[in-house]
């Protein structure tokens, strides 16, 4: 049986690979979505991205985009 993902999510999105696992669902490795600009800053002024879980629209995390390749 071949599984199919569900589409790319509506805005601007770019396909991308994790380079860090971001817990147990998520390990270094999964593809999914990446927004291409910054949702939101921490405390330290580092420009974070939204990155949604190709396989699961629902796991949505935010990373530092040097903990993700564009694919």
């Given at each position: 049986?071949?599984?199919?993902?569900?589409p790319?999510?509506?805005?601007?999105?770019?396909r991308a690979k994790l380079n860090v696992p971001l817990g147990p669902l998520m390990p270094a490795g999964r593809e999914g979505w990446v927004s291409q600009s910054a949702e939101e800053t921490d405390e330290a002024g580092q420009p974070m991205l939204?990155?949604?879980s190709a396989t699961n629209h629902d796991l949505v995390f935010k990373?530092?985009?040097n903990e993700v390749t564009l694919v």
């Open positions: 049986m071949k599984r199919t993902e569900p790319p999510p509506e805005g601007n999105y770019r939204r990155f949604i990373v530092y985009a």
